[in-house]
């Protein structure tokens, strides 16, 4: 064997182990030839039944840019403005999948053609079509739009359930130009369930597949493969360093099981139908955990039951810890949200919890998640407490919670403070986690309903004198109000 075979063979023997070990390696160059050819056509044919699926869609949309002349910028934003902001017409490059030939149904994502005035549709035959929106669902981004024309292909869905981390997949898609559609790049499937990636939200639904095969801008909307050509993901966003827009090996897509689940109901109904608790969630940390003596940190915590909703129903309680859905153990409160949401109303659901460090199952008939409108307003009080919190630069707790528990609290009345923000004026005027407000100026705090109702009546810039205990040391405090 020549040397240039020798270095070639563990090359060869590399490329085996990731494609799963398909066929042995052998010393022999033929048989290293077998299995590189093998190999290289997995890729191909997935390539091959994947390709014309993938469309390129390029969108239009108008966008108000309004003129200012430099020379007002000294005066702030809204200084300078003269009439109405000139419209421009934006375009936006796009990729999408036909997942119904017959009909003519391909999905894409939300912001793809959000705001669309005109969507153009261009095939792999080269043939441009026009087409007009099913319907979008913002949460999970994902949208479906429809063209009128044969010879159509539709993808072969696979099941991203089934998928496995290293697993080798292929992205296509459109990036940067329509003039580079249906590239065709290669990595694994480098994590799954990835939440909290585009927004922090509780509306939003993700449980992206993580992949390094490239994704670019232009990409959104395209394929994701396995090497089988199953559909498996619809691509959707990139991480970068802030400054660049291209790849940095760190790519996401919808599984394929969820974005079929909103494209049945956006084409039925027109809009996703999702199902419900009722309650707040938030993920256990290793100090809740420790708290509520569980051997590991997994499930979610529920820190509210609102009223007359499945949850408060069926006897869920705060403070119970969701640990299962069902057979599905869940990971974390983005988890949790995602298996509620993918069931649908009136179904009955088996959560078993853990309650005073015992499991519990309690059967849950779902319902229907409510309006936006409805959402909203029961924000209120998080987003309320969110704005005392930018004030004060402390969290709080009522002491009767669970995160009370993870401290040593021996008064009766008052609010815990949980967590201090460490540039705040409260933490350089020494209030600490553990600490529980019982008094701001002349008024008692028994619970958070007092502290709420006692800050409303205070200002920017004033200053509170709060009365704390600390163990069994009562301090004060003068707090200066952001």
């Known amino acids: 064997m020549n040397k240039r075979q020798t270095r070639i063979l563990p090359v060869l023997f590399f490329l085996l182990l990731g494609a799963g070990s398909l066929v042995a390696a052998t010393p022999t160059a033929a048989a290293g030839d077998v299995t590189a050819r093998q190999i290289n056509d997995l890729f191909i044919s997935a390539s091959s039944k994947a390709n014309p699926s993938v469309v390129t869609i390029a969108t239009e949309r108008v966008v108000q840019r309004p003129f200012r002349h430099p020379f007002f910028d000294f005066w702030g934003d809204d200084f300078g403005r003269f009439g109405p902001a000139p419209e421009s017409r934006s375009r936006v490059l796009g990729s999408g999948v036909i997942i119904n030939a017959a009909q003519g149904y391909i999905v894409t994502n939300h912001h793809v053609i959000d705001d669309a005035e005109d969507i153009e549709v261009m095939l792999i035959d080269k043939r441009e079509l026009l087409a007009k929106v099913v319907g979008t669902d913002p949460s999970s981004d994902i949208a479906v739009i429809k063209v009128e024309a044969g010879n159509l292909q539709q993808a072969l869905v696979g099941n991203s359930d089934e998928l496995r981390v290293g697993e080798w997949v292929l992205a296509i898609g459109s990036p940067f130009s329509p003039n580079l559609d249906h590239t065709v790049t290669a990595g694994i499937v480098s994590a799954k369930g990835r939440s909290d990636v585009l927004s922090l939200s509780s509306r939003r639904y993700e449980d992206f597949i993580q992949t390094d095969a490239a994704i670019n801008p232009g990409n959104s909307g395209g394929a994701l493969v396995n090497l089988k050509g199953e559909l498996i993901g619809i691509n959707t966003a990139i991480a970068t360093d802030g400054f660049s827009r291209s790849s940095a090996g760190v790519g996401f897509a919808i599984p394929i099981n969820l974005v079929m689940r909103v494209v049945d109901d956006l084409i039925e109904h027109g809009k996703v139908t999702r199902a419900y608790l009722g309650v707040i969630i938030q993920d256990v940390d290793a100090s809740l955990a420790k708290a509520l003596d569980m051997k590991s940190p997994v499930g979610a915590i529920v820190s509210e039951v609102h009223s007359d909703t499945p949850a408060e129903k069926a006897g869920i309680k705060e403070g119970d810890v969701i640990i299962r859905v069902d057979d599905i153990a869940i990971r974390d409160n983005s988890h949790l949200r995602n298996v ?14 853990i309650r005073d460090g015992k499991e519990k199952t309690i059967t849950v008939k779902l ?13 209120d009080d998080r987003d309320e407490e969110a704005t005392v919190q930018s004030r004060t630069g402390f969290t709080v707790a009522d002491l009767d919670s669970r995160e009370a528990l993870r401290f040593d609290v021996r008064a009766e009345d008052g609010v815990l403070v949980t967590r201090v923000n460490s540039r705040s004026k409260a933490a350089r005027g020494g209030i600490r986690p553990g600490d529980v407000v019982v008094r701001i100026d002349d008024q008692k705090i028994r619970n958070l309903r007092d502290y709420r109702q006692a800050l409303k009546v205070y200002k920017k810039g004033d200053t509170v004198l709060l009365r704390l205990v600390r163990g069994e040391v009562f301090l004060y405090v003068g707090l200066e109000l952001s």
Do not use: F, Y
């Open 367 to 379: 319902g229907e998640l409510p309006a936006e409108e409805t959402l909203a307003a029961r924000d």
């Open 340 to 353: 509620i949401s993918s069931s649908r109303p009136d179904d009955r659901r088996k959560v078993i919890i």
